[in-house]
């Protein structure tokens, strides 16, 4: 038995399952993103690797035999907030359909997730470690998501992208740099 409906009448209704494998499995990071966080599931996506990405704190994954992602899947998502997730995501992720296994029950299911669009890039390396992250970079990931979030709002909104790029070069500048005009 199924948790979820057929993707026809999951569409029609605009509820929609998403499988998550790195930052949004933190809630604090799907509620500044979503405004709230969605009904929650532990799952296993196989076949994919999760790598760590250069310069990167967040994230990819990518097509990988016998290897598996544990993440999360996240139901009854509005049409409107895979919208929102589809901006979040960027040019960088493909909403990609998978079938993922509950970890409670091995069920299977339907769920959208985000593929990392290129499959060759040579920046992609290792494992991703949420723990780790969650200690090193969480709080800094939050409070650039809330500043995309609030930037999403603007008539010249910038992509989440530029948005990571410019926060994160604004991280790396030691203060002595910083010059004070009076």
């Not at 399952?17 to 799952?43: C, D, H, N, Q, W």
């Amino acid at each position: 038995m199924a948790l979820t409906p057929p993707p026809a009448a999951s569409a029609a209704a605009g509820a929609h399952t998403v499988f998550v494998y790195g930052s949004l499995m933190e809630e604090a990071v799907v509620r500044a993103i979503l405004k709230r966080v969605p009904p929650a599931a532990p799952a296993i996506l196989p076949n994919y690797h999760r790598f760590s990405i250069k310069e990167r704190i967040y994230p990819a994954i990518l097509p990988v035999e016998n290897k598996k992602v544990a993440g999360k899947v996240l139901t009854g998502v509005t049409d409107d907030e895979l919208q929102i997730l589809d901006a979040f995501e960027d040019v960088e992720y493909t909403r990609t359909r998978v079938e993922v296994s509950l970890t409670d029950s091995s069920e299977t299911m339907l769920a959208d997730t985000y593929v990392w669009s290129d499959a060759e890039d040579p920046n992609l390396y290792g494992k991703w470690d949420f723990e780790e992250w969650k200690k090193l970079h969480m709080k800094d990931f939050l409070a650039m998501t809330l500043g995309f979030m609030n930037g999403l709002e603007q008539p010249e909104s910038k992509t989440r992208v530029e948005t990571y790029q410019s926060f994160m070069q604004q991280q790396e500048q030691p203060a002595s740099e910083t010059k004070v005009e009076g």
